[in-house]
T-cell receptor
Framework: DADVTQTPRNRITKTGKRIMLECSQTKGHDRMYWYRQDPGLGLRLIYYSFDVKDINKGEISDGYSVSRQAQAKFSLSLESAIPNQTALYFC???????????FGQGTRLTVV | SQQGEEDPQALSIQEGENATMNCSYKTSINNLQWYRQNSGRGLVHLILIRSNEREKHSGRLRVTLDTSKKSSSLLITASRAADTASYFCATVATTSGTYKYIFGTGTRLKVLA
């Protein structure tokens, strides 16, 4: 089984719909992250969490919200999806600042 | 934006040649990491270099770091077709007691057999 699992892997949704992307990890790490990847822009940080009670906005948090249900689970919600939120979304986890980040396989989201 | 930038954006080489890609960043860092991404898949960690290190090796990978120029380079020696992927640098900086990973825009490497 993968260390970081994202569901769904692919999703097409309509403008205005609420959608949740889920992430779970088996690494036992406290730190979890959500990134968005767009062609030519690399990965941009949406939200990050250092423990269940700690949620922080990244550089592009507008239009998104998150929930840290447990140490192993970190969900990303689009409250009212819009077409420019069409992107590849990644969840990641890390043990600390001097360690690597482990990534999920990504969720490809298309908003039509 | 805090994002770093990789250079070149795309690189095409023959199998057996060396590939060099560069990363520039904007903030003071604790460490810098390189990741590989195969097409549309998750990123995989390659190597980490701390801010007090200047060079690090791992197999066919060699990473250098120049904190005075806020830049790093990744060298892949004797490239193989399987090295075809996108490569990203990520800086880890501490701000107000917390830290986060900031990724660059990536270099797309194509190794021709």
């Amino acid at each position: 089984d993968a260390d970081v699992t994202q569901t769904p892997r692919n999703r097409i949704t309509k403008t205005g719909k609420r959608i949740m992307l889920e992430c779970s990890q088996t690494k036992g790490h406290d730190r979890m992250y959500w990134y968005r990847q767009d062609p030519g822009l690399g990965l941009r940080l949406i939200y990050y969490s250092f423990d269940v009670k700690d949620i922080n906005k990244g550089e592009i948090s507008d239009g998104y919200s998150v929930s840290r249900q447990a140490q192993a689970k970190f969900s990303l919600s689009l409250e009212s999806a819009i077409p420019n939120q069409t992107a590849l979304y990644f969840c990641a986890t890390s043990a600390g600042q001097y360690t690597e980040a482990f990534f999920g396989q990504g969720t490809r989201l298309t908003v039509v | 934006s805090q994002q770093g930038e990789e250079d070149p954006q795309a690189l095409s080489i023959q199998e057996g040649e060396n590939a060099t890609m560069n990363c520039s960043y904007k903030t003071s860092i604790n460490n810098l990491q390189w990741y590989r991404q195969n097409s549309g898949r998750g990123l995989v960690h390659l190597i980490l270099i701390r801010s007090n290190e200047r060079e690090k090796h791992s197999g066919r990978l060699r990473v250098t770091l120049d904190t005075s120029k806020k830049s790093s380079s990744l060298l892949i020696t004797a490239s193989r077709a399987a090295d075809t992927a996108s490569y990203f640098c990520a800086t880890v900086a501490t701000t107000s007691g917390t830290y986060k990973y900031i990724f660059g825009t990536g270099t797309r490497l194509k190794v021709l057999a």
